[in-house]
């Protein structure tokens, strides 16, 4: 069962939570992260791209940087922009997207847990992303910012986050520059915080990695690397967690994460359709955008117009939690035999599109002649990805694309 802990949380006051508030920071570079910072001294981007208050031409990797990160955290500090709670507790996080909010619980996640199964990944990871992104956590001695977390819901989770949302003004209520807002409480009660404790402790049996999978084992490594540095370790340090937002499973949506491609092999478009009708009923539809509306429908924009895939029986199982995958079929029936791109991570001649940017972007991209054709797919729902997470499999690369993003900043859990 998963061990979800309350901690004492590393907070920015209300008046400057939304400008200390900020994105993730490996969504952006450092010129944009400049750009956000802007006129904002109290900017979380000071500690996570503290490269926009180093030389220019820095290198983002070089201990300048880390070192300026830890100077900005402790000024952060002691100029009271983020000021620890004085005592462990549960938040909630909640974001609003489109006219939908979703509602998290802000808790330490087991460090065991990860290494136990607890805690169920559905991608990769590579040891030299984990350790880009360690070597800041080590620097700075806390999880600057949270993971994505989700679990199966429970409805006595469910009603104390309603009971709390109903009745207490939330602490940070704003809207970002996005669009998207953001609402946070701090759960307070003794009583209630050890009641989610044991909520998790019997009802949840695995949590799972939504977004941020680098993040989660470099924070897993860490707990062990520092319990290997502390001789009377106990197991009850602020090390063995690191920080996780906990989404209820049917709060969540995943967006669609869509394929372009620079280049038609060599084939002519006739070609292209040709081999296409083998193993999928293929129906042109025009230059007005076509969305797939459902599972095994696709959508390609070629040459100013837009078609609608639907792939043939045959072409997938959908017993089986990999082949059904819309992304899975995309790949061995159209990516791998008629493009010959043969391994998503690696190949030059394809790019992904998130689908928060729009089907427009794919017409964009393509129109612009800077790729030939544009895939839309349909989305994977959480219960997919529970599913595969579930049996030990592994989802193709780019696969789910989580919206809106955790902003960073608005709790932060330190690791002593």
């Not at 000021?83 to 802000?106: K, L, S």
């Not at 895939?309 to 029936?333: C, H, M, R, W």
């Not at 729009?358 to 544009?374: F, I, Q, T």
């Not at 797919?377 to 789910?400: C, E, H, R, Y």
């Amino acid at each position: 069962m998963a061990n979800v802990k309350a901690f004492k949380g590393l907070r920015p006051p209300r008046e400057i939570a939304k400008e200390l508030a900020c994105l993730p920071y490996d969504v952006m570079n450092t010129e944009e992260a400049a750009q956000m910072a802007a006129g904002k001294e109290n900017s979380l981007l000071h500690i996570t791209r503290a490269e926009i208050d180093c030389p220019e031409g820095t290198d983002i990797h070089s201990e300048t940087v880390y070192n300026k990160s830890v100077e900005n955290f402790k000024a952060f500090q002691q100029k009271g922009w983020l000021v620890e709670d004085d005592e462990a507790r549960f938040y909630i996080y909640a974001q609003t997207m489109n006219g939908r909010t979703q509602y998290g619980i802000v808790g330490a996640a087991a460090c065991e847990d990860y290494h136990q199964g607890i805690i169920k990944k559905h991608e990769l990871t590579r040891p030299d992303k984990e350790e880009d992104r360690m070597i800041l956590t080590r620097y700075l001695n806390a999880n600057i910012e949270p993971v994505f977390f989700s679990y199966k819901a429970v409805p006595e989770i469910d009603a104390i986050v309603a009971n709390i949302v109903k009745s207490q003004e939330p602490d940070y209520d704003f809207v970002a520059e996005d669009g998207f807002g953001h609402h946070f409480w701090t759960i307070t009660d003794a009583a209630v915080n050890k009641e989610i404790e044991q909520l998790f402790a019997s009802k949840v049996p695995a949590t799972y990695v939504a977004d941020g999978h680098h993040r989660t084992a470099a924070a897993a490594r860490i707990g062990l690397e520092k319990k290997a540095q502390n001789p009377n370790h106990t197991g009850n340090e602020s090390y063995n967690y690191f920080m996780a937002v906990h989404f209820p499973d049917n709060q969540l949506q995943i967006i669609d994460y869509n394929r372009v491609v620079k280049d038609l092999n060599g084939l002519s478009e006739a070609d292209l359709l040709a081999k296409l009708a083998l193993g999928f009923t293929v129906e042109k539809m025009g230059p007005e955008i076509f969305k797939p509306s459902a599972l095994h429908e696709f959508g390609m924009y070629l040459n100013r117009n837009w078609y609608r895939l639907n792939a043939n029986e045959g072409t997938y199982d959908d017993a089986d939690p990999i082949s059904v995958l819309d992304v899975t079929i995309l790949s061995k029936q159209v990516l791998e035999p008629i493009f010959d791109i043969q391994d998503l991570r690696t190949s030059k001649r394809i790019d992904f599109v998130g689908g928060i940017r729009g089907l427009g972007e794919l017409k964009k991209r393509v129109d612009s002649g800077e790729m030939k054709v544009a895939f839309a797919l349909f989305p994977v729902s959480m219960q997919q990805l529970i599913a595969i997470a579930d049996t030990g499999n592994i989802m193709p690369p780019k696969t789910t694309w989580f919206e809106p993003k955790l902003r960073s900043g608005l709790v932060i859990h330190k690791l002593d």
